[in-house]
């Protein structure tokens, strides 16, 4: 049984990054794919509202909260980390609670945004913005763009510069370019290892999959901008490149190997993972572990090098620029089949809802399969249909091999 020892590590590390936000220091919040970097630099705890929508979907206790948003006016078809997130909040119940024992979510003392991966997290926000009467600041890089330029980059740095002095304020400490670079460096390092690891699974047989990557990509989400980050993907790293060295897959006899767009189903990763792996499948790449890479940082330009990080990530850009990073992901991982996650409150995160598989499928040769489904809101998820449709998509591929 393949089992990465080092989870019990991470276990740890995310334990600790809870148990830490305790009220000693202020507190930001802070959009998954938002400038962590610049609020770790005020000696600001951040706190990622995201990061506990994703917990309460692998809970599977996403479902018994989102109504409670519903009632205050939330479709039920919006974005389920928003709804399953504000529904937990208003019941007062959290796993925080009986996972770390804390009271409920750290209480912000401001509220930061990013709109690069959507709109929605702004009304998010604005809603806790409002319960709190807190200050809420946020950023607005242009979209689906083909490329970033430095217009955009200019414009999403004078944005990042005007919010300065409410996290002055909010913070109590003045803005510190020293300890921005800081920030950016170490944040930079710790991205830098988290692609290596993403990176291990191009080798054959691979040591990580997606599965894998979706728990362990909680440092680089939360604790960006500080050691921890760095020091835990060393360790992960360290432990896959000796089973590479020692050829342990996670899969006895690797067949073939897909790559996974979309949200992960939080509340079905286990079944999926088995899924895939009783038909010797290994899922070795995706869209969601690849956001939380951003090569651009430099520390010597910390606000350019950071604007453009965050405007250059895939959700944020045009379909012909993420046929271009998939089709570079497919040759890099050899990749044989891609698996779309269409996801029912996620349109951002969606790439099946346009014709992007047909067209991708043209251009590349390489099969698809469409699953629908949901980040949070099992409701939306048919366990029998999408093993049904995944079984044969593999079969379809084994067949297609043999006939190559
Ligand atoms: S990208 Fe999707 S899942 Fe993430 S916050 Fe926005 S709507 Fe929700």
């Known amino acids: 049984m393949y089992r990465i020892k080092s989870t019990d590590i991470l276990k740890q590390v995310m334990a600790d990054y809870f148990k830490s936000m305790d009220g000693q220091r202020p507190i930001a919040w802070c ?18 509202p995201e990061n506990h929508g994703a917990l309460l979907g692998a809970t599977r206790t996403a479902t018994d909260f989102i109504p409670e948003a519903v009632k205050c006016g939330f479709s039920g078809h919006i974005c389920s980390y928003t709804t399953s997130d504000i529904g937990s909040f208003l019941k007062n119940k959290t796993p925080l609670q009986s996972h770390y024992g804390l009271e409920g979510v750290p209480k912000p003392d401001v509220l930061v945004y990013n709109t690069n991966q959507c709109r929605e997290v702004e ?21 689906y763009l083909d490329e970033v330029t430095k217009d955009e980059v200019g414009l999403v740095v004078k944005q990042m510069k005007k919010i300065i002095p409410i996290l002055e304020k909010t913070s109590k400490n003045k803005f510190d370019i020293d300890k921005f670079r800081e920030t950016i460096k170490l944040s930079k390092e710790a991205t830098s290892l988290w692609q290596e690891v993403l990176k291990t699974a191009t080798k054959r047989p691979s040591p990580f999959n997606f599965f894998d990557g979706s728990i ?35 899969l006895e006899n690797e067949g073939p190997r897909l790559f996974w767009e979309g949200m992960p189903i939080w509340g079905k990763l286990r079944m999926m993972s088995d899924l895939f792996s009783q038909n010797n499948t290994a899922v070795v790449a995706s869209t969601y572990c690849n956001s939380w890479i951003f090569d651009d940082f430099d520390d010597k330009n910390p606000f350019e090098s950071s604007a453009l990080a965050y405007t250059n990530i895939f959700i944020n850009r045009s379909e012909s620029a993420k046929m271009e990073m998939l089709k570079s992901w497919f040759e890099e991982y050899k990749i044989d089949g891609i698996v779309y996650h269409d996801t029912k409150t996620c349109f951002n995160n969606s790439n099946a809802k346009f014709g992007m598989p047909q067209r991708l499928t043209e251009q590349t040769g390489i099969p698809s399969l469409v699953i629908e489904g949901d980040l949070c809101d099992l409701r939306f998820f048919s366990e029998g249909q999408s093993t049904t449709k995944i079984e044969t998509f593999i079969e379809q591929i084994e067949d297609m091999k043999v006939l190559s």
């Not at 770790?40 to 705890?45: L, W």
Request: charged fraction near 20%.
């Open 31 to 48: 959009t998954s794919v938002g400038p962590a970097e610049l609020l770790r630099s005020f000696g600001f705890d951040v706190y990622f």
């Open 216 to 250: 362990h990509m909680g440092p680089i989400v939360v604790l960006r901008g500080l050691e921890t980050a760095k020091d835990y993907y060393k360790i992960l790293l360290k432990e896959l490149n000796e089973n590479i060295d020692k050829g342990i897959g996670f």
């Open 123 to 143: 009304d998010w926000f604005t809603w806790y913005a409002n319960y709190f009467k807190c200050p809420i600041v946020g950023i607005q890089p242009p979209r």
